[in-house]
């Protein structure tokens, strides 16, 4: 996958100037799969603040990968409150809280051909040192893969995450791999099916399971096919074994103080080594893109030839 290397001062500057030529031409870049990788943040973190999450200690845990901090509900999870004293959990919490709003606000202007027709999804925080963790093969972050959410299907919308490296001397190392329309093929029709309409069977079930409340007890009932085959995509790239180890790799490493974004359900991805990361995801509609037709949603439903979404 391509990095396009942007100063902070063009960032801010385009976004400030409204440049739309540039601004759609980095949102069209991102679109198609590109890293957009500014090597000083353009989203400066409070000094005082930096202190507090360099002072984090996690363990290490199958339960909870990182802090996460969830906008619409202000709620702050991942964190032993129990023996965190309160002052201090609060503390941290507003913490997250304007971290999300300042990454929030920066993107509102640098992405200004979306028109914030978005979601704010979780942010979170990664203490956790990434190289050699004891994770199960899905949970392990280190394997590439494209992104889905078990229990928050996308419906389609599209995954951009913005990460920022708040190590003060290491740096966060990456490894890309093919674009997702050649992922997709490596894995169809022979390992995957390509996913499908729902049935007529499958659509009542999933709008009694709605109607009654039950819908959340079971993620397969929440999810559109669509969601469904990128679950069953995330899954199998882990558990390939061959496939992660002849597919092709790009290997980056993210600078002290740097910050970058990617569409993570398009770009696979995967996190060889590095400690604390701060990252915020938002849901983006792709009716809003520059370029829709990348969207892996229009991707799949051209090659099912059927709407999945």
């Known amino acids: 996958m391509p990095v396009h290397a942007i100063a902070k001062e063009a960032a801010l500057n385009a976004a400030k100037d409204g440049d739309a030529e540039k601004l759609r031409t980095w949102a069209a870049q991102l679109e198609a799969g590109g890293v957009l990788y500014f090597p000083q943040t353009p989203v400066p973190i409070p000094i005082a603040d930096l202190g507090v999450l360099l002072g984090q ?3 290490h845990s199958s339960l909870h990968k990182n802090i996460a901090y969830k906008p619409n509900r202000d709620e702050l999870t991942g964190v032993d409150a129990k023996s965190s004293p309160a002052e201090a959990v609060e503390q941290l919490h507003a913490i997250m809280r304007r971290y999300s709003k300042s990454v929030e606000n920066f993107l509102g202007e640098f992405l200004a051909p979306y028109q914030r027709r978005w979601v704010l999804d979780y942010a979170s925080y990664r ?17 590439l893969h494209t992104d889905a959410f078990p229990t928050r299907p996308t419906k389609g919308w599209r995954i951009l995450r913005f990460f920022h490296n708040i190590h003060p001397t290491r740096t966060r190392d990456w490894v890309t ?32 399971a709605s109607a009654t409340g039950l819908g959340g007890l079971v993620p397969q009932w929440k999810r ?3 969601d469904e085959f990128m679950m ?3 899954n199998a790239m882990k558990e390939d074994s061959e496939f992660q180890g002849v597919c092709t790799k790009e290997y980056f490493q993210f600078a002290p103080g740097s910050s970058w974004m990617v569409y993570t359900e398009t770009v696979p991805h ?3 080594a590095g400690q604390y990361a701060l990252e915020q995801t938002f849901l983006v ?8 037709e990348l969207a892996p949603v229009r991707v799949l439903e051209k090659l099912a030839g059927a709407r999945l979404a």
């Open 177 to 208: 791999g093919d674009a997702f329309p050649k992922v997709v093929g490596n894995f169809t029709p022979g390992k995957l099916a390509l996913p499908r309409p729902d049935g007529a069977l499958a659509k009542a079930g999933k709008g009694l």
């Open 127 to 143: 203490p956790i040192e990434e190289q050699g963790r004891d994770l199960s093969t899905r949970k392990r972050n280190d394997l």
């Open 57 to 59: 200690k996690q363990k």
């Open 232 to 234: 069953q995509l995330h």
């Open 285 to 292: 509609d792709p009716a809003a893109m520059v370029e829709p």
């Open 270 to 272: 995967a996190v060889l």
């Open 224 to 226: 559109t096919p669509y």
